[in-house]
């Protein structure tokens, strides 16, 4: 890395007593003498390794309300602001930073608390909390949520929550640095789902999108009414990192949709990455039914 080429990061903060390095060492798990890449910012290097690509990238943290130079701000990707949800006024100790965050063009910006109840005797309720995530534009993340057996049972489809939701978060960040990984030519639709990466790395796509596989005997018309509201557009022909920005959202918008339907939109989104990285549509043995 050169220096035209600065290592990108993601600044952690803390508007109560918990230091944001605790924060970083959830992610990290054993902090080594950190870097000081200025007055007060401590940046502990964290090597991003997914099934798709690697990147290195500093976990940096500051721990007093300050503004730093725009060389260090150009730098920022994301920002990891912890809160106190058990104080009344949690809240506006972390709405205290936000003049000095908003000077970062961050894309990933999460609020983490511990835990958010739902009716709190005293504290910060989880939908105050989701309500001023929203109007901010931040991300709600409980490192301990309350969770609900019964209702988990229920579902299709879970969230990931706690310090693995913000390792998500980050992993889909599209990093400038990032280096993609070797892959081998799919030449049939199971090898297609496992990315055309090395055995180490091959993790089915159903990883990202949990219980989705093969769907069968749905209208070509309503798949096609599917896919535009999946991509935004009617033809999902983007490239391959603005197809990986967006593959949060594309699992939020996937969660809603009926069953069957889950299915047939999950062989597009595959069948979208691999346009992305240069493949044809005749080098993949898609099922008779599903449009292309």
């Known amino acids: 890395m050169t220096e035209s080429e600065p290592i990108p990061c993601v600044l952690f903060v803390s508007s109560c007593e918990k230091s944001p390095d605790e924060v970083v060492k959830l992610i990290i798990k054993e902090l080594d003498e950190p870097i000081i890449l200025e007055q007060d910012v401590s940046a502990y290097p964290w090597h ?5 690509y690697e990147a290195d990238v500093y976990l940096c943290t500051l721990q007093n309300k300050s503004l730093k130079s725009q060389q260090f701000s150009s730098r920022i990707h994301g920002v990891v602001l912890y809160f ?13 930073w936000l003049p000095f965050l908003n000077e970062y063009d961050a894309e990933v910006k999460i609020l983490l608390c511990s835990n958010c109840k739902d009716n709190p005797e005293v504290g910060v309720s989880k939908l105050t909390a989701q309500e001023w995530c929203v109007k901010k534009g931040f991300e709600l993340v409980e490192l301990d949520p309350e969770l609900d057996p019964e209702w988990e049972a229920e579902q299709d489809f879970l969230e990931t929550t706690g310090i693995k939701r913000v390792i998500q978060a980050l992993h889909a960040h599209v990093w400038p640095n990032l280096a993609m990984k070797e892959r081998r030519e799919p030449t049939s639709f199971n090898s297609l789902l496992h990315g055309g990466f090395p055995p180490s790395d091959a993790a089915n796509l159903s990883e990202d999108f949990e219980d989705l596989s093969i769907g069968r005997g749905l209208e070509q018309a309503n798949i096609e009414e599917k896919i535009e509201e999946l991509f935004g557009c009617g033809e999902p022909d983007m490239d391959f990192a603005t197809l990986f920005s967006q593959l949060h959202d594309m699992k939020e918008k996937v969660q809603s949709m009926p069953s069957d339907q889950r299915k047939a939109c999950a062989e597009q989104v595959v069948l979208a990455f691999w346009k992305a990285i240069g493949g ?13």
């Open 48 to 52: 991003v390794d997914t099934k798709y």
């Open 84 to 96: 106190d949800s058990d104080q009344d006024k949690g809240l506006e100790a972390a709405e205290s």
């Open 280 to 292: 044809d549509n005749v080098e993949v043995e898609l099922p008779d039914d599903i449009p292309t």
